[in-house]
């Protein structure tokens, strides 16, 4: 199937053809022709399929066919749940829209109101936002929508997640009632079920993943590893297979930011993206990876969600999320439409139950594999299994009741979990050797430094390979290779 056969225009098509795009994935194949046939759309998608370019590209097509948007007016809106996925859905609507006279904005908060203010003034075609600003915006008579055209609530399951119920259904009662809807989801649960009923009708249903999948280019595996022990494991794996460009997810905000310092103080540089960040800096971080003078992006779940750069090859879980769900989000940055990838996971004892939930989840057990000179004093069996994991025989048993009294220290610490995903980390470096048993007293020293966030000792070491980074540019084609990622999709009408 070619893009040309799905009622394209020619202007369209070309924008397309520029980004190397040659075959539509499952997603984009089913959802244009249902979108420009005026038809409601409820898609189970996860982020790498494509689902951006499927609603976008019709939205344009639709669009480019009626009145320009009159001042003060918008014809589609987009709402999604992060500030990332809203900027990058309007890099794609520009870029796909580049060759139409059709205007895009995106709204969100943490920058300043007024250049926003501005840009709606005179009406925009397709608006970009997420619930809260576009809120103030409204409260501000600074948007009309009595000639809208299209709803698109993007990544709900996540909206939901986030909280944003009371502020969508607010939004929602500013929308005329003749409208076309698209909503998509990674997952189709209840609770969107329920969102689905008061806002899309009669909808083709598309459902490009099983449910709760994980995209079969992504090779996964997890190492067991001591909590304690978790950076130094993180600093070799991406010294010895020299990783180029790499999303560590972190639990916690304070989490991102030790590792980030560790990653930083072993020469491999690293910037932190979370909520407590500006915008500025979290705008700053992402284009500084994408560029590749930052090797390391280290994000909460929160933060990271849209993140979307091509063909990111490693993504590694610090931290076990608490969500199995977010599992699946996680590793979706990885093996993006058709492209191969690597999850990592770092498996502490403590997150034996955790990895168990996942597994049973995605419905395949995670190959374990062991680090040379970072061996667990546990392994890991596969869930189902009674224990949680098993001590290696010759190790010493840890005390359960430590690490509970080590979690409740760290709530009393106050740091506190940021919204329901968060709990706490440590966070440890080493100096890029592997290390066994009988570490030198000096590589202790340093790496008890770089723990506490101080300057380790000098050593010898070869240069820093700042600089060096991945390929992948958000600017740039990725080499698309039309595959199709999902061969499954179905369409329900
Ligand atoms: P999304 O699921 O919308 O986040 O898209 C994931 C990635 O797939 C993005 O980097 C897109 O540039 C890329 N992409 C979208 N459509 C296609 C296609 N038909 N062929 C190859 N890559 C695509």
């Known amino acids: 199937m070619s893009f040309a056969s799905l009622g394209l225009n020619a202007a369209i098509l070309k924008a397309v053809e520029k980004q190397g795009y040659d075959t539509p994935s499952a997603i984009q194949a089913q959802a244009i022709p249902a979108v420009l046939a005026g038809q409601d759309v409820m898609a189970a998608a996860q982020t790498g399929t494509g689902k951006t370019a499927g609603f976008t590209l019709p939205i344009l ?50 920058v300043s109101i007024i250049p926003q203010l501005a840009a709606l003034r005179n009406g925009v075609d397709i608006l970009v936002a997420t619930p809260g600003r576009l809120l103030d915006l409204c409260q501000q008579k600074a948007i009309s929508f009595n000639k809208l055209e299209i709803l698109v609530l993007d990544e709900a399951d996540r909206m939901l997640d986030m909280g944003f119920i009371r502020d969508i259904k ?70 010895t297979n020299d990783w180029k460009q790499v999303l560590v997810f972190s639990r916690t905000k304070h989490g991102a930011n030790r590792l980030a310092k560790s990653l930083d103080a072993a020469n491999i540089k690293a910037a932190a993206i979370h909520g407590n960040k500006s915008q500025t800096a979290r705008t700053k971080a992402l284009a500084d990876f994408k560029a590749g003078t930052v090797q390391v992006m280290v994000a909460t779940d929160i933060a990271a969600r849209g993140i979307d750069i091509d063909q990111l090859p490693f993504v590694v879980n610090f931290d076990l999320p608490n969500v199995p769900e977010d599992y699946v989000h996680r590793i979706g940055r990885t093996g993006r439409a058709g492209a191969t990838g690597q999850a990592v996971s770092l498996v502490g004892l403590e997150e034996v139950k955790l990895l168990h939930d996942i597994e049973r989840l995605i419905k ?35 005390n359960p ?47 008890e430094a770089i723990a506490n966030g101080n300057k380790p000792p000098q050593r010898n070491r070869p240069p820093r390979r700042s600089g060096t980074g991945g390929s992948a540019n958000s600017g740039t084609p990725a080499s698309k290779g039309g595959v199709n990622p999902y061969a499954n999709a179905k369409v329900k009408s």
């Open 401 to 447: 009741n430590r690490s509970k009294h080590a979690q409740q220290a760290n709530t009393a610490q106050g740091d506190k979990p940021a919204r329901q995903y968060d709990s706490r980390q440590q966070a440890r470096s080493k100096d890029g050797q592997p290390q066994g048993a009988n570490k030198p007293k000096a590589a202790g020293n340093r790496a």
């Open 61 to 110: 097509e639709l669009l480019s066919k009626g009145s320009r948007a009159q001042r003060g007016q918008v014809r589609a809106l987009v709402l999604t749940p992060t500030r990332e996925l809203a900027a990058q859905v309007q890099e794609s609507v520009a870029t796909y829209g580049v060759n139409l006279p059709l205007k895009s904005a995106v709204v969100f908060g943490g």
């Open 364 to 398: 395949r057990t995670i190959e374990r594999k062991q680090l040379p000179g970072f061996e667990a004093p546990f392994t890991i069996p596969e869930a189902g299994s009674r224990s949680g994991g098993h001590k290696a025989n010759s190790v010493k048993k840890p």
């Open 170 to 239: 607010k939004v929602l009662a500013l929308l005329p009632a003749q409208r076309q809807n698209l909503m998509f989801s990674a997952t189709f649960s209840d609770e969107i079920r329920e969102l689905a009923k008061g806002l899309v009708n009669n909808p083709v249903e598309i459902s490009v993943t099983p449910r709760n999948a994980t995209a079969n280019t992504v090779t996964q595996c997890v190492y067991p590893l001591d909590k304690t022990r978790k950076s130094m494991a993180l600093i070799e794996l991406i010294n």
